[in-house]
């Protein structure tokens, strides 16, 4: 089965603090993705990546950056955490191309708190 | 940019009750996949069924069973033989496969299944 790994499944952090998210799949999978989760609003896109090194924003990529220095591995980063990032942030991943049973394999999220 | 609009913030059935969930999407491409993900109280978030748009037929995976209708651009899902574990949010999701497959949710449906 296809596993993706979120490092944390509770955070919590101070403003301003340097926040990092880690996500790892053992699937060999070229796409992956940081959403955050907030009631009323479902899943939003914050950035995804399609290959090492490559990143592209999402809809809401503002007060985030990302990292993909390896394939199986996609960090979320805020630089200064603020209050309005206490969120569920879930990490996905997925084959690229067409006809290739696209769907996006879920970890277990991070909920954050910014105190 | 494609939207998906899920309607129903809460829902309940009857445990044995069949309930439909609707999902609208508004999008420009003739191409695409549409996804139902349920998301139990553990936040692991589970495919319940995939549809392709270029398929009439609806897509039927045991109890689940979905209702396509291109042109309205609706997507609803039923549940027949409503079981406990049934209890979930419920995301309808689009993804286009010409934009590096980015999947986009709606606000999700909560169902509370009553014994």
């Known amino acids: 089965d296809v596993k993706v790994t979120q490092s944390s499944r509770y955070l919590v952090k101070r403003t301003g603090e340097k926040v990092f998210l880690e996500c790892v799949q053992d699937?060999?999978?070229?796409?992956m993705f940081w959403y955050r989760q907030d009631p009323g609003l479902g899943l939003r896109l914050i950035y995804f990546?399609?290959?090492?090194?490559?990143?592209e924003k999402g809809d809401i990529p503002e007060g985030y950056s990302v990292s993909r220095e390896k394939k199986e591995r996609f960090s979320l980063i805020l630089e200064s955490a603020s209050t309005n990032q206490t969120s569920m942030y879930l990490c996905?991943?997925?084959?690229?191309?067409?006809?290739?049973?696209?769907?996006?394999?879920f970890g277990s999220g991070t909920q954050l708190s910014v105190l | 940019a494609q939207t998906v609009t899920q309607s129903q913030p809460e829902m309940s059935v009857q445990e044995a009750e069949t309930v439909t969930l609707s999902c609208t999407y508004d999008?420009?491409?003739?191409?695409?996949?549409l996804f139902w993900y349920k998301q139990p109280p553990s936040r692991q978030m589970i495919l319940v069924i995939r549809?392709?748009?270029?398929?009439?037929q609806n897509a039927t995976e045991n109890r689940f069973s979905v209702n396509f209708q291109k042109a309205a651009k609706s997507f609803s899902l039923k549940i027949s033989d409503s079981q406990l574990g049934d209890t979930a949010m419920y995301f309808c999701?689009?993804?286009?496969?010409?934009?590096?497959?980015?999947?986009?949710f709606g606000a999700g449906t909560r169902l509370t299944v009553k014994p």
């Open positions: 996905a991943s997925s084959f690229a191309g067409r006809g290739t049973n696209e769907k996006l394999f």
């Open positions: 999701a689009f993804m286009n496969p010409h934009d590096n497959n980015d999947m986009r």
């Open positions: 990546s399609y290959d090492v090194k490559m990143k």
């Open positions: 999008t420009s491409e003739s191409n695409y996949y």
């Open positions: 699937m060999d999978h070229e796409n």
């Open positions: 549809q392709e748009a270029y398929k009439q």
